[in-house]
């Protein structure tokens, strides 16, 4: 991450990968402090994990219809060539079979737009419209507490000391479609402010 320009405030919060040996952050963060927000974290932090079955998450596009996680929902919407939607994966609360694959199912033509929707939505529509509400959704309502303790952790930090949140993956542009998208992406997004819109631009990391 380069140096902010005049006028640009310092990041309080950067996503590095989990896979990152932690010399190699040690030596570039000496004195940051590193929060693991995936599925293998320790608590309260896999609380942060889409695939995290916190139960009554609203089902975008689908009034009435509730998912245990949002991993949950995005694959259970996803339609494959073998394979429609899933509903199961709605009620899955154990975290793990949630992967829908294009080995298994041949390739994937979209997202159905809801529960009971009809048509089918491309990968950027499908993110905007069902993953980021659903995520969203689990921040504002099942988070806060958790997102109050990183909001205390970055102000106990040095001012040259950003929090590093870890996460499998580091994209944390919506609009890049070659890289799934990270979670502790939109986390630091929705600390920073800066949720993510259609018109948003990128946010580049180091």
């Known amino acids: 991450m380069?140096?902010?320009t005049r006028g640009q405030k310092k990041r309080r919060f950067i996503v590095k990968s989990r896979h990152t040996p932690p010399q190699s952050l040690d030596k570039r963060f000496p004195n940051s402090p590193r929060v693991d927000l995936t599925?293998?974290?320790p608590e309260p932090w896999v609380r942060f994990s889409p695939f995290y079955p916190h139960g009554e998450i609203p089902v975008p596009l689908s009034p009435g219809r509730v998912g245990q996680s949002?991993?949950?929902i995005w694959q259970g919407l996803k339609v494959f060539e073998r394979a429609g939607v899933d509903l199961s994966a709605l009620e899955n609360t154990t975290m793990r079979r949630l992967k829908r694959t294009v080995r298994k199912y041949g390739r994937c033509l979209g997202h159905q737009a809801g529960v009971d929707g009809e048509a089918l939505l491309g990968y950027l529509e499908a993110r905007h419209t069902i993953y980021l509400p659903a995520y969203r959704w689990v921040l504002d309502h099942e988070l806060q507490r958790e997102l109050a303790e990183l909001r205390e952790l970055a102000a106990r930090a040095a001012p040259?000391?950003?929090i590093v949140l870890l996460d499998y993956e580091t994209n944390v542009d919506v609009n890049k479609l070659d890289k799934p998208l990270?979670?502790?992406?939109?986390?630091?997004?929705?600390l920073e402010g800066s949720w993510p819109t259609r018109q948003a631009s990128a946010i580049t990391e180091a």
Do not use: N, Q
């Open 39 to 41: 599925s293998r974290a």
């Open 70 to 72: 949002v991993e949950g």
């Open 2 to 4: 380069g140096a902010p």
């Open 182 to 190: 990270s979670h502790a992406g939109l986390v630091m997004r929705y």
């Open 160 to 162: 040259d000391a950003p």
